[in-house]
């Protein structure tokens, strides 16, 4: 089939046009937490989501959301959260987002509460709170392990109750502009390919992340960097980029699951790790900098599930970029289980009932997709892709890129999590700068009067031409979306994943470029009405241009830090822990540019924390 | 270890459509959705399919498969014997958009109609509290992930189109147990249930438990103890007489009616 009754040539009068104040791009955590914000604020506000409202890859998280509640650990506080989190990030967070997001955590949780989540409790009746990797108590408020279902549930039915106006599967492929000003948002509707515009001065991008680029990975199809491609393409920066998050526990077996996460709640609960060997192995992985705070014998490790006071807390609990690494290295070392992982085991450390009630979503998956009982049998796991810390740069208190109007929100910003996020500190994430970035958006737009900016026809037009290329393509033009996405995905996994060589990270680039050439000349079959195919060969574009990204800043960094490895330059390196790499649209706008520029200075009073016997 | 699967998908839009057969390699271990996937990336790029998470989580790839609803990315194709052909249609029940992707939007607008959650303030020190015994049964049904094929197999709707302006379905009246069992709420809403929703309709022959992906026991724990709630209070002579001469209704005195 081809396409016959939509071309370029087509005018422009089937756009469908709509006029909001806050649009939000994103119908995750994030953008619920923002849209419902910004409705709060006053503001006429679009939600719109590439998937079914609901659907959203918040809806996969399973362990919680971090928030220092203190119910069950009276001493637990903003404080020791803040510093958890800058310690987990390897001190290359924004200090003021982990301030700001320790602050506000509880109260953002204690509100889902309000709006009808039915969190797990304490025997006292409060909010129950589970251990992580990296926290130093129990902080995590959770719902057995279906925690973002319950979050994302909980802000849908505020949202629809609020009357959000939501925008289902609808893709938006560009923002446009009014000189340095965002003015809207085009894009087309799923179900009928017909394009969409909004005319709106303030966006918050809230688009997730990037892991679809990956051919391991717990994403969902939707990660496709769409947010971070447009705030680029817009003018926008990126940063730490090279910080992509290996989640060390992603299922390996069977293929069909591959990269399915299984949560850090199985460690937080009393799983171990342990080798083909039958060795509890974590013991030989401590690193330094956190030596003083990790149990060194199995005995103590076993004591803190009890009594943190007293303990140190087991080495499988160490942040999770320490954790994927060594799980690499001993299935390098040939260590590994049967299908190329290592065994994750509680079967042999819980009771069938503990298991059943505390990972009820974890014993259902492995039962039906792996036939595997995990409250009889160690589950088989390895590295996946999961996040990336990196993203649009944003000023810590109103989540505003460096363009006047666009925001960026959750997963697509950066900075919050410096080089390495703490399992819990996502959820959190969202619904405290989702509620900031709302408020700022709608702030802004209250504050331009009639002074709004507009939507050019010039714009549009080119951006209608862009999308509707791969229906009417050059001569010659036959790749297939599909392939070029599985090229990039084994590109991305064999040269940028979890340990880098600066030869493999230059040739991943020399890949990356050719594929971009092959992306300028896709083609698609069939016609507009809910085409995947061509929906990908759009998502494409986003794809590689954060691909490269990853891949440039990765090769920029030479030292090993959280959620980046260099082989050849391993360990900390002083000087580059002082700043971060910043990418830009190239002035051909077909590529990237790459500065550094200096970590933001953090207050004394807060530097405190971090001096020797804290 | 692989063999080629046999698959009938059906192809089309509102204006009609049929079933086409694909040939597809597929692998030991993969499920419906993989193969429906490689017939994607390889014989048919246009190929409408929903899908997000593949891990039973989401509630997008809602289809029937040889007849039954089910999610794709749950049905495992160790589960055919190897000869079979697998047959792949959209639900039944919704308007087709296209292939195997329907228009669900009737679930969205119900959803609009609910009435929300109202507690008290929150206790002195800024918290609430709740026993775990009694968040549990909201829980059980707040594992909901709207695939919709409760509401798909629902011959209330399911063979009675003109039903669905009247009737909620069992998904909502999931949400209305929910609210209802809330430790803290403070509405009534058995007359909103019966009234609005049309929970009578409901003949309770539990075709929406038997499809639940989530295995939750729609019929017996949130739609029979409603409807005994509803009768109780709207058919109970006694019940009747105390409302009507003043004696409030035991059964949560405190709420307010919606």
Same mark, same amino acid.
């Given at each position: ?264 709640s199985v460690r937080g609960d009393g799983g171990i790790l342990k080798n083909s060997e039958g060795k ?46 060594a799980i690499n290295s001993e299935i390098k070392a040939g260590r590994g289980s049967e299908h190329g ?274 | ?94 308007? @087709?958009? *296209? #292939? ?13 109609? %609910?009435? /929300?959650? +109202? &507690? ?35 011959? @209330?709707? *399911? #063979? ?13 009246? %999931?949400? /209305?147990? +929910? &609210? ?79």
């Open positions: 089939m081809t396409t016959t009754s939509e071309t370029p040539s087509v005018p422009d009068s089937d756009v469908e046009k709509h006029q909001y104040d806050v649009v939000v791009i994103g119908a995750g955590g994030s953008g619920l937490r923002a849209a419902i914000a910004a409705h709060e604020a006053g503001a006429r506000v679009a939600l719109v989501c590439k998937s079914l409202l609901g659907k959203a890859h918040t809806v996969m998280a399973e362990g919680g959301a971090a928030a220092a509640l203190g119910n069950l650990w009276p001493d637990d506080s903003w404080q020791v959260h803040f510093r958890d989190t800058m310690r987990g990030g390897k001190m290359l967070n924004n200090w003021r987002m982990a301030q700001l997001h320790a602050q506000e955590a509880p109260e953002r949780v204690l509100e889902l509460e309000d709006w009808g989540a039915l969190f797990d409790r304490t025997k006292d009746g409060l909010i129950s709170q589970r251990d992580f990797g990296g926290h130093r108590y129990a902080r995590l408020a959770h719902v057995g392990d279906r925690t973002g279902l319950e979050m994302i549930r909980t802000l849908q039915q505020r949202a629809v109750q609020l009357g959000v106006e939501v925008f289902m599967e609808c893709t938006i492929t560009d923002l446009l502009k009014d000189g340095d000003r965002v003015s809207g948002a085009f894009g087309y509707w799923r179900e009928t390919g017909r394009f969409i515009t909004f005319d709106a001065p303030s966006i918050v991008l809230a688009t997730g992340g990037i892991g679809k680029s990956f051919k391991v990975t717990s994403n969902s199809w939707e990660y496709t960097g769409d947010g971070h491609a447009m705030a680029l393409r817009a003018g926008a920066k990126l940063i730490n980029m090279e910080f992509v998050q290996f989640h060390p526990t992603g299922m390996v077996w069977p293929p069909s699951v591959k990269g399915l996460l299984v949560t850090e509890r192995f974590m013991f030989d992985y401590i690193p330094e900098f956190f030596k003083s705070e990790t149990a060194d014998t199995e005995e103590e490790a076993d004591r803190w599930y009890e009594d943190k006071k007293n303990n140190r807390r087991p080495p499988e609990l160490l942040p999770r970029d320490e954790v994927a690494r992982g290592v065994y994750l085991d509680i079967a042999s450390r819980r009771t069938p009932e503990f298991i059943r009630k505390r990972l009820p979503s974890m014993y259902h998956q492995f039962k039906e997709l792996a036939d595997v009982d995990i409250t009889v049998e160690a589950m088989e796991i390895g590295p996946t892709c999961h996040y990336v810390m990196g993203g649009v740069e944003v000023d810590a208190d109103t989540e505003l890129s460096g363009v006047e109007g666009l925001y960026a929100v959750g997963e697509c910003s950066g900075g919050m999590h410096g080089s390495n996020r703490l399992g819990g500190n996502s959820l959190s994430d969202l619904l405290v700068f989702g509620r900031r970035a709302g408020e700022s958006a709608a702030a802004y737009v209250a504050g331009l009067g009639a002074a709004r900016p507009a939507v050019s026809d010039d714009d549009l037009a080119a951006a209608r031409s862009f999308a509707l290329k791969p229906f009417d393509p050059a001569s010659g033009d036959n790749e297939n979306p599909y392939k070029v996405q599985q090229d990039l995905q084994q590109t991305m996994n064999d040269l940028v994943g979890i340990i880098r060589t600066r030869a493999e990270l230059e040739s991943s680039l020399a890949e990356i470029e050719k594929l971009k050439v092959r992306a300028a000349h896709l083609k698609v079959e069939g016609q507009r009405e809910y085409n995947p195919g061509w929906h990908l060969a759009l998502d494409l574009h986003n794809m590689l241009l954060v691909s490269e990204c990853i891949a440039k800043a990765a090769l920029e960094r030479e030292e090993s830090r959280g959620g980046h490895t260099r082989e050849d330059h391993p360990g900390f390196n002083e000087e580059w822990g002082t700043k971060n790499i910043v990418l830009s649209i190239n002035s051909a706008g077909d590529g990237v540019d790459l500065a550094t520029q200096p970590l933001p200075v953090m207050p004394d009073e807060l530097a405190a924390f971090f001096e020797e016997g804290h | 270890m692989g063999y080629t699967l046999k698959m009938r998908l059906w192809r089309g839009d509102q204006s009609g459509g049929d079933l086409q057969d694909y040939d597809v390699e597929v692998e030991t271990g993969e499920v419906v959705l993989d193969a429906i996937h490689r017939v994607q990336a390889t014989q048919a790029g246009d190929l409408a399919v929903r899908w997000n998470c593949k891990a039973g989580k989401c509630g997008s790839c809602s289809a029937e498969i040889n007849g039954k609803p089910r999610l794709m990315c749950m049905s495992r194709l160790s589960d055919y014997p190897e000869t079979e052909t697998i047959t792949v249609t959209p639900m039944r029940t919704f308007p @087709v958009i *296209r #292939d195997l992707v329907t228009d669900v939007s009737y679930n969205y607008e119900k959803a609009k109609e %609910l009435p /929300y959650v +109202e &507690l008290p303030p929150r206790d002195a020190d800024g918290k609430r509290r709740m026993m775990q015994e009694d968040v549990e049964r909201g829980q059980e049904f707040r594992k909901c992930i709207e695939c919709f094929l409760c509401q798909n197999t629902c011959h @209330v709707v *399911r #063979d009675h189109e003109e039903n669905k302006k009247a009737f909620a379905g069992p998904r909502f009246f %999931l949400r /209305y147990a +929910e &609210l209802d069992m809330h430790p803290l709420d403070t509405l009534d809403r058995r007359e909103t249930t019966r009234e609005q929703a049309g929970l009578g309709m409901c003949n309770i022959t539990k075709c929406c438990t038997e499809v639940c992906p989530e295995g939750i026991h729609i019929t017996d724990n949130a739609i029979i103890p409603m409807k005994e709630r509803v009768v109780d209070k709207t058919y109970d002579p006694l019940v009747w007489l105390g409302n009507k001469i003043g004696i409030r209704n035991k059964d949560r005195d405190s709420r307010t009616e919606v």
